[in-house]
């Protein structure tokens, strides 16, 4: 359960103010049709996070205790300082639309997620927790409840909400579990 709550917060607040948020906004603005736009997300995400939960779990076989203990907490440490620096969606970049606006979320959601700091998050919670179906569960739905807003309430919504005050927020939630992970493996 812990893998669950933990993938859930860690995801949701890490994907405020992400340039996948930016990409939900704009499609929101650009279709005006939420349930495509939130079924896109959520396919895209579970695709592009159960590989990411895949890589993680498979890379947890391969290394010692030890040396796993070291790259989750490096990788969390790195995901709270990319999570401190803010995302901007390029001018140009948004979507065209020919196809729709589910084809259209999935695509563009899928492949914006590829390398993102939530994709890599769910790396290292996949490598810190066992229950991979859980992680993918969780950073979905984490990915789900940050969107939601974006979609169902566009732009208004996305001024409203004090993103840096959230960005450091979810960069002292990754920090402190980094540290935790690396005391543990330091003093052990």
């Known amino acids: 359960m812990e893998a669950l ?26 279709f005006r049709k939420p349930w ?37 907490g490096g990788s969390f440490l790195a995901i709270a300082a990319w999570t401190l620096v803010p995302d ?17 979320t999935l695509v563009a959601f899928f492949l914006v997620e590829i390398g ?3 994709q890599v998050a769910t790396v290292a919670l996949a ?19 940050a969107n939601a807003p974006a979609v169902g309430l566009g732009s208004v919504t996305a001024r409203r909400i004090p993103l840096r005050a959230v960005r450091y927020a979810a960069g002292a939630i990754f920090a402190g ?8 493996f330091a003093f052990a």
């Open 36 to 72: 495509p736009i939130m079924a896109g997300i959520l396919f895209a995400t579970l695709a592009n996070h159960t590989a990411a939960a895949w890589a993680g779990a498979w890379l947890s076989g391969w290394l010692s205790p030890q040396a796993l203990g070291w790259l989750v």
């Open 127 to 145: 490598l810190k927790y066992p229950q991979t179906a859980l992680v993918v569960v969780g950073t979905t739905l984490g990915m789900l409840l």
């Open 88 to 104: 901007r969606l390029e001018e140009g970049a948004g979507p065209k639309g020919r196809h729709g606006a589910f084809l259209t």
């Open 116 to 118: 993102d700091k939530t």
């Open 5 to 30: 709550l933990f993938s859930t917060v860690a995801v949701c607040l890490a994907e405020i103010g992400d340039k996948t948020q930016l990409l939900a906004l704009v499609l929101a603005a650009r």
């Open 177 to 184: 579990l980094g540290i935790a992970t690396l005391a543990r």
